[in-house]
């Protein structure tokens, strides 16, 4: 078993398909861990991240700015000394504004900052956002 703390950061865009629902992507985005990776490989940097997927409005009637519940797939890079290990993993969240998300592998908080759209009178589209998590692998998850 490996574990790492590690930050995540980058953009993530929404884009409503309907007045309750949509879809998300983060592109491009970064994961910082420091730590072990399989129990004896260190990590030695950062690494890209990604990810895709479906949201909806954590509570009909509360509007669809930045209350939402989705689910997807995260795609990530964590280098070692030996190999750049990549991971493709089950992703959800809950969030308003700030919330939590899990992984097979991550477990963390983090923050969203809008940066177009306002809430007011637009949805929010796209937003800066970082996370902090744990990271826990076991050898028997590495795809």
């Known amino acids: 078993m490996g574990e790492a703390a590690c930050t995540i950061s980058g953009t993530i865009n929404f884009v409503p398909t309907s007045p309750s629902q949509g879809v998300w992507r983060i592109e491009p985005g970064v994961i910082n861990c420091t730590g072990l990776f399989r129990a004896k490989r260190a990590i030695t940097g950062p690494g890209s991240f990604s990810g895709s997927g479906t949201y909806a409005e954590a509570s009909p009637g509360s509007?669809?700015?930045l209350h939402h519940v989705g689910s997807g797939q995260v795609d990530y890079t964590i280098p070692t000394m030996d190999a750049d290990n990549r991971i493709?993993?089950?992703?959800?969240?809950?969030?308003?504004?700030?919330?939590?998300?899990?992984?097979?592998s991550?477990?963390?908080?983090?923050?969203?900052?809008?940066?177009?759209?306002?809430?007011?009178?637009?949805?929010?589209?796209?937003?800066?956002?970082?996370?902090?998590a744990v990271m826990v692998r076991l050898n028997g998850l590495d795809h």
């Open 106 to 132: 991550l477990r963390g908080s983090f923050e969203v900052a809008p940066y177009e759209g306002n809430c007011v009178s637009r949805p929010v589209t796209r937003a800066t956002f970082v996370a902090q």
């Open 63 to 65: 509007g669809t700015c």
């Open 88 to 104: 493709q993993e089950q992703h959800d969240f809950v969030f308003a504004g700030a919330g939590s998300f899990t992984t097979p």
